[in-house]
């Protein structure tokens, strides 16, 4: 089986190209030509899997890209993946997150309509959600324009499902976390600064809305969705959540007293950090792709933040050694 991968190199696509290699694909992973190539999350699979130059914006290129590979899967996961960045960049959030996408699904419909596909839908295309907890059903109301771009994204793969017969499914998934996780993104924020606090390294940790909930899975457990999605007889779309949600400040509290820490002596609020239009509670209801896909979270939410800590703490630790 060959599997092609936008996003190779963020931390889903690095956790899904190490999962499928397990299960004896020939994995190929789209990247775009750029000044500063960053192959840290894949640098330890180089040698195995295989990369191919292409770009979102250039549909040309990802015809010629599925030609080429001739892929049995597409996981489509290449995005601008961080919501605030999409109020300063939006035009171009658009492009790559709803229109890129469907550049994928039109190449696809081109070269050979079997191949199956998956795309990375969001939790953030709830919005101001409607009910609690969201399901499959829930109807999408996006506050950012990143929301907006994946709700897009989302109806176009239902559309090229329902028109082309294509097996394109989309996993609705909610936040998760990993000691891959960028560091603009609020978890790894935090328990990067309470590494940097822990070794004396910064004094404060400044954030935005503490009040804020989201349902936090672990990235591994949720590649494992991606795939069994696609071994499915038909298309679908799932939520993909662990069903518990916990606020920002309840993070904090598990990372910084897991290094021996007060959050209280060092987390400062930022207001130049709380989103133009906030999305206050997230909380996902998985049982439709526990029920069809015998999916399940593993890893829980404190054991996560605390692996996270770890990892930054002995990042760290090791450039201190080094100087």
């Known amino acids: 089986m060959k599997a092609l991968i936008t996003g190779i190199t963020g931390q889903d696509g690095s956790y ?9 694909y020939e994995v190929y992973g789209m990247v775009r ?6 192959f840290e999350r894949i640098n330890h699979i180089r040698d ?46 658009g492009e790559f997150n709803a229109l890129g996408v469907t550049k994928i699904l039109e190449a696809i419909r ?44 989302h109806w176009i793969t239902v559309n090229y499902r329902e028109s082309y017969g294509i097996h394109a499914s989309s996993g609705i998934l909610f936040n998760h976390e990993s000691p891959r996780r960028g560091k603009e993104f ?9 590494a940097r606090i822990k070794l004396g390294l910064a004094k404060k940790l400044y954030l935005g809305n503490l009040d804020a ?32 949600n916990h606020s920002v400040k309840e993070l904090v509290e598990i990372a910084f007293s897991h290094a021996g820490l007060d959050y209280k002596k060092y987390v400062k ?28 979270p593993e890893m829980k939410f404190e054991d996560m933040i605390k692996l996270m ?11 201190l050694k080094e100087k």
């Open 16 to 24: 899904l190209a190490e999962f499928l290699l397990e299960k004896g």
């Open 33 to 38: 030509r750029s000044s500063t190539e960053n």
């Open 48 to 93: 195995k899997i295989k990369l191919y130059q292409a770009d979102l914006l250039d549909q040309l290129s990802i015809i010629e890209m599925i030609k080429g590979i001739q892929p049995d899967e597409v996981y489509s996961l290449a995005a601008q993946s961080f919501v605030p960045t999409s109020w300063i960049q939006p035009v171009l959030t």
């Open 110 to 153: 081109l070269v050979n309509s079997k191949i199956k596909f998956y795309q990375a839908s969001s939790s953030e295309m709830f919005g101001k959600v409607r009910e609690v907890p969201q399901n499959e059903k829930t109807p999408f109301y996006p506050r950012s324009p990143y929301g907006v771009a994946k709700v897009y994204a």
């Open 186 to 194: 609020v978890s790894r924020k935090i328990t990067d600064g309470v």
């Open 213 to 244: 909930k989201r349902d936090w899975g672990y990235a591994k457990d949720y590649v494992k969705a991606m795939w069994l999605m696609l071994q499915q007889p038909e298309p679908d779309n799932y939520v993909i959540a662990t069903g518990v």
């Open 269 to 296: 609020v930022d207001p130049k950090l709380v989103r133009p239009a906030e999305v206050d509670v997230l909380l996902g209801d998985p049982s439709y792709a526990k029920k069809k896909l015998g999916w399940k």
């Open 309 to 319: 800590v770890d990892f930054d703490l002995e990042r760290y630790e090791k450039v």
